[in-house]
């Protein structure tokens, strides 16, 4: 009769060979992460801490400005700072009571805390996009008139159409509409990407024209072509993940069991972005007196 018994030694050895496995397995550590309540916390107080930060910077930046030029309005340069540190803020809100607006009922409330700070976000760097097609247009000698009703209009059809998306919603929750919600904020997320492409390219072509002695024109350029290539890849990578969001219940953001997801998604699509425009931009306004000073407006 053959001995099916095997060696402790050779058990030993596949029991050994298993943990390494498991250890090893990617999934594993990620799956664990994701059900670990200590690790939820930890990952998203830190999304708090970084939106905090941003909005701490953009605010700051927004003074230094204002006391830089008081006797000057709301350009578009401090509305830019102002809505950049509303919309950190408010991330910073939702992610240190996350668990709380998990729990809020009707589940339409979550969907709202969590869209209109993206929706605020669209707008912010939008503003960018609309100083970008001023000066351009400007430059070539056509009329800009349309341009701030256009993206008064622009905005009002996002927001409204939004609003009606969460009324159905909280009317008749079904996961079609759920679906369909995502998808228009992929559809606005490339259509501001493609904005950035098309204005801050044709910015950065225009300067590139420029004789080499312009003044300011070598950082100017660069300015444009970094903020264009930030602004771009961000609101790309947003619509692509919008577009898994929808459609495969792994990809969900909004859950409390994904937050490795949502720290890899908010860091590159909103806080490193927002970080890096707000360092590029830091240049303060020349004060009166020793130049004059245009403002954006």
């Known amino acids: ?33 994701d059900e670990s309540p200590t690790w939820q916390n930890r990952i998203f107080y830190t999304l708090a801490v970084l939106y905090g930060v941003v909005s701490a910077i953009a605010l700051i930046q927004l003074v230094r400005i204002q006391l830089r030029v008081p006797e000057y309005g709301w350009t578009t340069q401090k509305v830019f700072h102002f809505l950049n540190f509303l919309v950190n803020a408010v991330r910073c809100l939702v992610f240190v009571f996350f668990r709380s607006v998990q729990r809020l009922q009707p589940e339409i409330v979550q969907h709202i805390l969590l869209d209109v700070p993206s929706l ?17 247009y400007q430059a070539r000698a056509v009329s800009t008139d349309g341009l701030k009703p ?26 079609v509409l759920v679906i369909l919600s995502k998808m228009f904020f992929a559809g606005v997320s490339l259509f501001a990407a493609l904005g950035f492409l098309l204005y801050g390219g044709r ?29 771009f890849l961000c609101f790309l990578i947003r619509c692509i993940m919008m577009c898994f969001n929808a459609f495969d219940k792994n990809a ?8 490795i997801l949502n720290f890899i998604y908010y860091l590159f699509v909103e806080i490193l972005p927002s970080s890096l425009v707000l360092f590029i931009l830091r240049k303060l306004p020349p004060k009166r007196g020793i130049t004059q000073y245009h403002p954006i407006r």
């Open 150 to 175: 256009s993206f008064y209009t622009i905005n009002i059809v996002v927001y409204v159409v939004q609003i009606i998306l969460w009324l159905v919603l909280w009317w008749k929750p079904v996961s």
């Open 252 to 259: 969900d953001l909004n859950v409390m069991d994904h937050p």
């Open 1 to 33: 009769m053959t001995n099916n018994v095997v060696p402790a030694s050779s058990a030993g050895a596949v029991g050994i060979a298993v943990a390494a496995i498991q250890l090893t397995d990617p999934s594993t550590w990620w799956h664990d992460i």
């Open 203 to 231: 910015l950065f072509l225009m300067l590139q024209r420029f004789p080499v002695e312009s003044k300011g024109r070598r950082k100017k350029l660069q300015e444009v072509g970094y903020v264009t290539t930030i602004c």
């Open 120 to 136: 605020a976000f669209f707008t912010t760097y939008a503003l960018l996009v609309l100083f970008w097609a001023e000066i351009y």
